[in-house]
């Protein structure tokens, strides 16, 4: 799987918007973009995910460069709760099996939401 | 509200005692993962299972680990003997193993310390 490169740390105010960046150069046609997010001393847990288009659900948007190098989450109003360390991760989809690569986390940005 | 759960949440023994950590995956899902979390190393996956067999252990080291399913809804992870450096967080975490979206469900995980 290609390798992410995302910051270690982030910090926001609580109920402004969050931007988190993710750069991806290495990406393939067949590589899946996907955000998951672990709060403190908890599971990760799916955020969103996206091939080439922007994507929202009810947790946060994703915004994808036009040549998939690079993509950010976007949280539009963080609140305490947002508060966790976020990954990005591609996962390569094989239309054998219609299933995707395993999840390889990296190190993630800790995201910090201040009151 | 479908939940992965794991047992023991957490775990303190003195090194070179056995260890058994068991998961109930969701109950449909046909993929089930083991991965173990550290401040050094992050999340590394160590094994998993599709339909009960194992297809990736790769992860895992082979002599003190190792991992089962005796049913649809029981997976183990038993490291003998265990070692301090097995103290880490360990997750399981079940999906459908299908789909562009493929996600996983992780449990709450075990905590293990290794006197």
């Known amino acids: 799987d290609a390798k992410t490169t995302q910051p270690n740390s982030m910090e926001s105010n609580e109920e402004e918007p969050v931007h988190l960046p993710c750069n991806h150069s290495?990406?393939?046609?067949?590589?899946?973009i996907h955000w998951y997010r672990q709060l403190p001393s908890q599971g990760p847990e799916y955020v969103i995910h996206g091939l080439t288009s922007n994507v929202n659900n009810r947790m946060a948007s994703l915004a994808i460069a036009e040549d998939r190098k690079s993509s950010t989450l976007i949280l539009h109003r963080a609140t305490l709760r947002d508060a966790a360390v976020y990954y990005c991760?591609?996962?390569?989809?094989?239309?054998?099996?219609?299933?995707?690569?395993?999840?390889?986390f990296g190190k993630g940005t800790k995201l910090s939401v201040k009151p | 509200d479908a939940r992965v759960t794991q047992t023991p949440r957490h775990k303190v023994t003195e090194m070179g005692q056995e260890v058994t950590m068991r998961c109930q995956p969701i109950l449909g899902h046909n993929t089930v993962f083991w991965y173990r979390q550290t401040m050094m190393q992050g999340l590394e996956l160590l094994a998993y299972f599709r339909n009960r067999a194992p297809l990736d252990d790769s992860g895992m080291p082979k002599d003190r680990f190792s991992a089962e399913m005796p049913d649809a809804t029981l997976a183990t992870l038993k490291i003998q003997p265990s070692e301090p450096r097995d103290s880490a967080v360990y997750f399981c975490?079940?999906?459908?193993?299908?789909?562009?979206?493929?996600?996983?469900?992780f449990g709450p995980g075990t905590r293990l310390t290794v006197l």
């Open positions: 991760i591609l996962r390569e989809y094989m239309n054998y099996g219609g299933s995707q690569g395993n999840l390889i």
């Open positions: 290495t990406i393939s046609g067949t590589d899946y």
């Open positions: 975490a079940s999906g459908l193993g299908q789909g562009k979206r493929n996600e996983q469900f």
